[in-house]
């Protein structure tokens, strides 16, 4: 199932074209931040539980592996070429190297998808290597597609 | 089950209070913000195939429908008492009117849940109900709780 959930949303993309072809490109710019905000907020207590830096609350990962399964299936509809001259942090990459954002929007949500899996079993060393897994796939993702903070 | 998520949202709030306190007031808003963002961007197209004004399209309902049966859980905690001060539309009965917004929460999260089960079964005309309910609980939220726009 590895491709499973990016070939829905590429789908579900491309069934909303016409749709999407009328969302201003700031919407579509605002919708997709909006995307990476909640997931901050998810996941930057799992990234602390997985560091020690919080104590460990099962069923807070439960709820939060939860949203971030749903949340990373949202962002990518929103890099609509029509957004590329929009003020963001994207790099042009994200427009230029399709086959590669591709590739690391994938591993996200797979990484995302086995962490809510794993979340619902109760070994807390997977889960934080999980938790590690998928805070890798959101660095790999902004180290060659979101510019420099 | 009528309450069931808002329990465990208000669970889940308790529990992560601590954290919660260490958010700065200008997140809190920018996360809840945030929701309303994807929950419009989810939600808009069901209204418009609940219309008749865009064909509709099961596939599609059934994702969105999911995405906001999650999205419905997530604003809640950003409406902490610290964001009193924040610029936003939300209006002082947020933080005055305690029973009725939660119980304005709790219809938007209850309607939100029965849609995402609807949308699983093949009855479309059921799906378009639900979709109505679920945008006359975001009315009846809006009206009481955020000034006009």
Chains 1, 2 share one sequence.
Not at 21 to 28: F, N, Y
Request: aromatic share 8%; charged share 20%; proline share 4%.
């Amino acid at each position: 199932m590895k491709k499973s959930f990016f070939a829905v949303g590429l789908a579900m993309t491309l069934a909303t074209g016409a749709a999407m072809a009328q969302v201003k490109p700031e919407i579509l710019v605002k919708q997709r931040q909006a995307v990476m905000t909640l997931q901050g907020k998810y996941f930057g207590p799992l990234g602390a539980m997985a560091q020690g830096k919080a104590p460990y609350n099962a069923q807070i990962v439960q709820r939060n592996a939860g949203f971030l399964d749903n949340l990373s299936r949202m962002p990518w509809d929103g890099f609509d070429p029509s957004t590329k001259g929009e003020k963001s942090h994207a790099l042009p990459a994200v427009f230029n190297d399709d086959a590669k954002f591709k590739e690391a929007a994938s591993r996200l949500q797979n990484e995302t998808a086995k962490l809510y899996q794993v979340s619902r079993g109760g070994d807390e060393a997977a889960v934080k290597a999980q938790i590690g897994a998928v805070g890798k796939a959101c660095g790999g993702y902004h180290e060659n597609f979101r510019q420099k903070q």
